[in-house]
């Protein structure tokens, strides 16, 4: 339980080095990137938890977690972690959610509206064999 709860705080947070198995320290096994052609920033969360509901998601208000999982209009960002591991982790579920948010959304509404009407953009339910089609590409809007 503690190796799920230090990975998706690592792939929340993006981070370049993933730590596992004892607290050691290993190089990210894949990269995501994900690409914003729209003209709005947005915010992106990933989790590998079976439990999609909003509720879990309302520290993304913090001003220094949502700036810093922004994904600037007609941008990218690149995602280096343990994505691959954790597809093959017994421990965490085999689908990567990923959750799009108007930046304009999270810095504006209330959390308790944003989670009761759903105000997300997109969601992606991907498997690893959905990403390597896509070549660990996501883009939004679909084209």
Known sequence: MKNLIVILILLIT??????MDG????????????VNN???????ITSFQDDTTLEKMEFIKDVVQYE??????????????????S?????????LRVFLFAKNTIVNIEWDQIESEYLILKR????????????????????
Do not use: M, R
């Open 124 to 143: 992606y339910d991907l498997k690893s064999t959905d990403l390597d089609s896509l070549d660990w590409t996501i883009t939004y809007p679909e084209q």
């Open 14 to 19: 993006g981070s370049s080095k993933c730590v």
């Open 38 to 44: 729209s003209a709005e920033d947005l915010i992106y």
């Open 23 to 34: 607290l050691e320290e290993i190089e990210p096994d894949s990269t995501l990137t994900i």
């Open 68 to 85: 810093a999982l922004t994904i600037l209009a007609n941008s990218l960002i690149v995602d280096e972690s343990n994505w691959i591991y």
């Open 87 to 95: 597809f093959t982790n017994n421990e965490t579920p085999d689908t």
